[in-house]
């Protein structure tokens, strides 16, 4: 088991930035990836980035590229998204999530991943 704990959401002013934080614990030598995905009021959950976690490599979806970076403390077990330039639309509940499946590729689907957190909430107002 891999348990996660989210942490850094909140209310920032459109244009502003924000980092959210994924603290991973327990049978963290089997992670092969750490997602972040967002849930917006009404909107189907969707993909945001991900990096592997042992060699770092990252990938993004086209609406947050340019603008959010996802990173890693190998040795703290910590992921974190540093999100800038926020616009009203990123609004949405953020969770990372663990993938402990090795699959080809960076895994974009929520569904390859199978530990979740419990969510952070950013709110961008105009």
């Known amino acids: 088991q891999v348990h996660l704990v989210e942490s850094g959401g909140g209310l920032v002013q459109a244009g502003g930035s924000l980092r959210l934080s994924c603290a991973a614990s327990?049978?963290?030598?089997?992670?092969?990836?750490i997602g972040w995905f967002r849930q917006g009021p009404g909107k189907e959950r969707e993909f945001v980035a991900a990096i592997a976690w042992k060699n770092a490599n990252t990938y993004y979806a086209d609406a947050v590229k340019g603008r959010f970076n996802i990173t890693r403390d190998y040795r703290e077990n910590t992921a974190y998204l540093q999100m800038s330039s926020l616009k009203p639309e990123d609004t949405a509940v953020y969770h990372c999530?663990?993938?402990?499946?090795?699959?080809?590729?960076?895994?974009?689907?929520?569904?390859?991943?199978?530990?979740w957190g419990q969510g952070t909430q950013v709110t961008v107002s105009a």
């Open positions: 999530a663990a993938e402990t499946t090795w699959r080809p590729g960076m895994s974009t689907g929520p569904g390859e991943y199978d530990y």
């Open positions: 327990g049978r963290t030598f089997s992670l092969y990836t």
